[in-house]
């Protein structure tokens, strides 16, 4: 019975040590994985937008950047491979725009509206649903919701649109 404490001390104190170990190599590797990461990020180009861009969602599949421009009532879209404005760009939608999400396929986007142009600010808002698979995406239709919609999520499912107001 004497020899157990003392066994268990001893595991105790290598595991102890293990982790010392360990975190010396950690903290003796960080100052070079720091440095590498914060010299990498660059800005490969700069995008110019219309009407004071608010909001930013990249497509499901990744090809297409959409920016809500707040003040010009419109969304851009530009192809994210050029960095250009695909044809047609930007798209006119409701008042002040805020944000876009999109059906899991892709084929539906929603934006919402936010209009601060009524009174007061946000009451006549709304919705524009977009078929995003037209070239260019076009307007099908505009669902009025409640006051002031931000934030949206759809459900993975797409049958539920979820507006923030």
């Known amino acids: 019975m004497s020899d157990f404490p003392y ?9 102890c040590a293990f982790f010392v170990l360990l975190g010396v190599v950690a903290v003796s590797l960080a100052p070079s994985a720091l440095a590498s990461w914060a010299t990498s990020p660059s800005i ?3 995008i110019a937008s219309s009407g004071s861009p608010f909001g930013l969602r990249l497509s499901p599949d990744g090809t297409r950047a959409w920016v809500t421009n707040y003040s010009g009532n419109s969304v851009s879209i530009f192809d994210t491979s050029t960095y250009q404005a695909i044809p047609g760009s930007p798209i006119s939608v409701g008042n002040t725009p805020w944000d876009v999400v999109f059906s899991p396929d892709g084929a539906r986007a929603w934006v919402s509206n936010y209009d601060v142009t009524t009174s007061p600010p946000g009451s006549g808002t709304t919705i524009s649903v977009l078929n995003a698979n037209t070239n260019p ?8 919701v409640g006051f002031g919609p ?3 999520a759809m459900s993975p499912s797409g049958d539920r649109l979820w507006v923030a107001n």
């Open 7 to 15: 066994s268990a001390l001893m595991i105790n104190r290598q595991i």
């Open 44 to 46: 490969e180009s700069t």
């Open 137 to 144: 995406p076009s307007v099908t239709s505009t669902v009025t």
């Open 150 to 152: 931000t934030g949206m």
